[in-house]
Each structure stands twice: as structure tokens, then as C-alpha cells.
T-cell receptor
């Protein structure tokens, strides 16, 4: 069956630009998570959706980062006025109902800010 | 803030050797998960340990959760080149708190 799909797989843009990263979770999974993984680090939590609402956005580093999930399925992570420090792999994961349920990860979007 | 420390950070061994990777915290977790991640891919869940003192085996991999649920270990017997990858532990808190990941152990098994 289809796993978590993330697009684009790679994104290169200039400092100051706006980017959108898309995540298609596994069908039927109500919980969706965004993580950021910098080189040599483990994934770092950004935001968690339960259905359409953000249940926990405590990991978003600042107000340049925003995420939506308008219909409870696809989610978009939006980054405004990108900075070189935003360069990382952005991972999306989904799980059946959240909580302690196993999370299934996509292959990530590698974002490079020049 | 809950933190997970993994050691060693890097490990390079010959095929057939045994190894142990450690995951330690000062915090108690309701459960702990181990993932393996290969270059260009997302982490893949290997196992979840829930009960203090629990031991789980997955072929040549043995996972143990500490009695106090603050630490865990992963032991690989007779490592194979296919075991090469980044091994991540992740702590699961109570309720819907997000996963807390360690920095990972990068394992290289040389044929």
C-alpha cells in the first residue's frame, strides 16, 4: 500500500524566499507530524495535527513557520522569509490515531537555502 | 525538556562482530522506540519497548528497556553489511506528547 508521500524531494531556493512543503499521509491516518532533521542530528519535533487542528505546535521555531491541514489529510508546511539556518531535511509522519501509535515516516524534503 | 543521549555516535565494525548501542535519559518515558534510517529515506520503526526490563528480539537484534524506563540498549549479534545505517531511539511520553529523538548512532559494517 502507499506510504507517506512528501513533495518535493529536494528544494533549493534563495534566502528570503517563501517555500511550501507538502505531505500526503497514509489514508485513514488521523494524526500527522512534522519534524526537522539537521545534518548529524535526530529528527526534531515541529508540529502535530489531530485531524484538521494543530494539537501541538510547540516545536515551531518562530513565526516564519506555519503548517495547515485543512481537510484532515494533506498537510503543507510553509516557511516565510527563509534563512540559511532553515536548511535541513523536513520529515512528515502519520499514525492511525496519534498518542503512542507507531509513526510512519515519509522520505523527507531536503531543503537547501542558498 | 526531555533529552535522549545516544552512544556511541559513530561505530565502524567488521562483518560478524557484535555491538551494543545505548540510549540514556534522566527522564522516564512511557515507552521507547528504535528506528533505523538509511540515507535519503525516513526512519523506519524497528521495535517499541513498553515495560521496564522488557527484552524484545528481532532476528539478530535484541532490544532492552531499562527497569526504570529511562534507558534502552540495542545489541546486534554477528553484524552484517545490511545492518549499516543510522539507529535512532525515540522516547514516548504520556498522552499525546511528541516523540523525543536521540541524535542517533551511525553504524557502518564492513564486509
Amino acid at each position: 500500500g502507499a506510504g507517506v508521500s512528501q513533495t518535493p524531494s529536494n528544494k533549493v531556493t534563495e534566502k528570503g524566499k517563501y517555500v511550501e512543503l507538502r505531505c500526503d499521509p497514509i489514508s485513514g491516518h488521523t494524526a500527522l507530524y512534522w519534524y526537522r532533521q539537521s545534518l548529524g542530528q535526530g529528527p526534531e519535533f515541529l508540529i502535530y495535527f489531530q485531524g484538521t487542528g494543530a494539537a501541538d505546535d510547540s516545536g515551531l521555531p518562530n513565526d516564519r513557520f506555519f503548517a495547515v491541514r485543512p481537510e484532515g489529510s494533506v498537510s503543507t508546511l510553509k516557511i516565510q522569509r527563509t534563512e540559511r539556518g532553515d536548511s535541513a531535511v523536513y520529515l512528515c509522519a502519520s499514525s492511525l490515531i496519534g498518542g503512542t501509535q507507531p509513526q510512519h515516516f515519509g522520505d523527507g524534503t531536503r531543503l537547501s537555502i542558498l | 525538556t526531555q533529552l535522549l543521549e545516544q552512544s556511541p555516535q559513530f561505530l565502524s565494525i567488521q562483518e560478524g562482530e557484535n555491538l551494543t548501542v545505548y540510549c540514556n535519559s534522566s527522564s522516564v518515558f512511557s515507552s521507547l522506540q528504535w528506528y533505523r534510517q538509511e540515507p535519503g529515506e525516513g526512519p523506519v520503526l524497528l521495535v517499541t519497548v513498553v515495560t521496564g526490563g522488557e527484552v524484545k528480539k528481532l532476528k539478530r537484534l535484541t532490544f532492552q528497556f531499562g527497569d526504570a524506563r529511562k534507558d534502552s540498549s540495542l545489541h546486534i549479534t554477528a553484524a552484517q553489511p545490511g545492518d549499516t545505517g543510522l539507529y535512532l531511539c525515540a522516547g514516548v511520553g504520556s498522552g499525546n506528547t511528541p516523540l523525543v529523538f536521540g541524535k542517533g548512532t551511525r553504524l557502518s559494517v564492513i564486509a
